[in-house]
């Protein structure tokens, strides 16, 4: 079965320079979701998105910024990026939002390491 | 306050026995959907179980089961038969009502250790 594909599997950037993540979510899920896992820590909740629109933000810093395309792909593009930054990003996508048992399947996530 | 409260950071348990990993959670929503994921190292996040607020039987999925006590506000995973690749991390999580778009909220997690 198909799941969900993120790229790149591993970025290193330097400080202040800026980022863009790409998610393919499952086919025919409505919606996608990013979240952010620092290390040794869980998943924060940072956007989603339900059919092509922002439905939801969490700890998103301002300098973070995400969108969905037409074709459902969703990007997260990070600006001056700080240290702190580093850490495992994460796609997740289900469907039918709201409904309680409609679990988000993972992406293998993007680790970034800001140097 | 914490929503998913996760007391054991790390447990051990032998090969083919079985391991309790606990969850506590807090909401005031009278629907509401509990999972379970597990973080190998390799750092993928898997699906594992639901159980919905309103379900009145536990849920399983094969080696998996919920423990699911409402009243006490606990959704413990049961792993029967531990094998050495249920070495991971594993996060309880809980998606809120119908107004909460869906996202989930984690736990802080329980690393498992099986050893063999």
């Known amino acids: 079965a198909a799941g969900v594909i993120q790229s790149p599997r591993h970025l290193i950037k330097e400080k202040r320079e800026t980022a863009t993540l790409k998610c393919y979510p499952i086919?025919?899920?409505?919606?996608v979701y990013w979240y952010q896992q620092g290390p040794g820590q869980d998943p924060q909740f940072l956007i989603s998105?339900?059919?092509?629109?922002?439905?939801d933000k969490g700890s998103i810093p301002d300098r973070f910024s995400a969108q969905q395309f037409s074709d459902y792909h969703s990007e997260l593009n990070m600006s001056s990026l700080e240290l702190g930054d580093s850490a495992l990003y994460f796609c997740?996508?289900?469907?039918?939002?709201?409904?309680?048992?409609?679990?988000?399947?993972f992406g293998n996530g993007t680790r970034l390491t800001v140097t | 306050a914490q929503k998913i409260t996760q007391t054991q950071p790390g447990m051990f348990v032998q090969e083919k026995e079985a391991v309790t990993l606990d969850c506590t959670y807090d909401t005031s929503d009278q629907s509401y959907g509990l999972f379970w994921y597990k973080q190998p190292s390799s750092g993928e996040m898997i699906f594992l179980i639901y159980q919905g607020s309103y379900d009145e039987q536990n849920a399983t999925e094969g080696r998996y089961s919920l423990n699911f006590q409402k009243a006490r506000k606990s959704a413990n995973l049961v792993i029967s038969a531990s094998q050495l690749g249920d070495s991971a991390m594993y996060f309880c999580?809980?998606?809120?009502?119908?107004?909460?778009?869906?996202?989930?909220?984690f736990g802080k997690g329980t690393k498992l250790s099986v050893k063999p």
């Open positions: 086919p025919r899920h409505d919606t």
């Open positions: 999580a809980m998606r809120e009502g119908w107004g909460s778009q869906g996202n989930l909220i």
């Open positions: 998105f339900y059919e092509k629109m922002q439905s």
């Open positions: 997740a996508s289900s469907s039918q939002t709201g409904i309680l048992d409609s679990p988000l399947h």
